[in-house]
């Protein structure tokens, strides 16, 4: 069974529907552990729902960057985490963090990557007069959305939309795509050749 570490900053829906998957044994992994940088996040609600240890470690009482990274670090070993999985994660991570993780840290984002990385990928979809946008999982670097991808889904951006209706629109997608690849870590499928994500299905 793998072990999950999950980092999220807000509503935790994609955490949710991680722990759904996980319940129902849908995939052969398991989240371990849950951690926030925010105290308010409804992902520690959603984790204590789901009987799962959550931490809400608060940057603001490191005294560097580095110093929250080690703490995280730290945490996420203590649990013998296999794999690391960024829900909504709203900081970029230290090198430090990526090198106790080789190949272990994976972040949904909500877009076609290269594509709009970075904030309100949805509002740079519209603005960006898309007709096509959607959901990436991948790798995570030391760069800002910027890691090897490992899978995507698409969906139609139409005349009439709204943030908020695109926004929910690759949310639901977002939802079958991250449990998805999480089994598919589980069961060994997903290799790493440079830049490129091979899937064995
Ligand atoms: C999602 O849209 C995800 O792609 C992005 O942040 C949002 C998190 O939503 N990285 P939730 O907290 O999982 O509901």
């Not at 991680?18 to 992994?29: D, F, G, Y």
């Not at 090198?99 to 972040?107: D, L, M, S, Y």
């Not at 969906?155 to 991250?178: F, G, K, M, N, S």
Request: net charge positive; glycine share 6%.
């Amino acid at each position: 069974m793998l072990k999950v570490g999950v980092l999220a900053s807000g509503r935790g829906s994609n955490l949710e529907a991680l722990l759904k998957q996980c319940a129902n044994k849908k995939i052969a992994a398991q989240v371990v552990v849950v951690i926030s940088d925010k105290a308010e996040a409804k992902a520690l609600a959603k984790a204590d729902e789901y009987n799962v240890p959550a931490f809400f470690i608060d940057p603001k009482v490191y005294s560097s960057k580095t110093e929250y990274n080690r703490a995280l670090i730290s945490k996420l070993k203590n649990f013998k985490v296999d794999l690391v999985v960024l829900a909504g994660y709203m900081r970029i991570l230290d090198p430090l963090f990526i090198e106790a993780f080789p190949g272990k840290v994976i972040n949904i984002h909500p877009s076609l990557l290269p594509a709009f990385p970075g904030l309100n990928a949805q509002g740079q979809a519209l603005t960006g007069g898309v007709k096509y946008s959607g959901c990436t999982v991948h790798f995570v670097d030391e760069g800002m959305d910027t890691g090897p991808i490992i899978a995507q889904a698409v969906v139609p951006v139409l005349p009439e939309d709204t943030v908020e209706v695109l926004a929910q629109r690759i949310l639901a997608e977002e939802h079958i795509l991250l449990p998805k690849v999480v089994n598919w870590i589980a069961q060994g499928r997903v290799k790493l050749k440079g830049r490129q994500v091979v899937i064995n299905i």
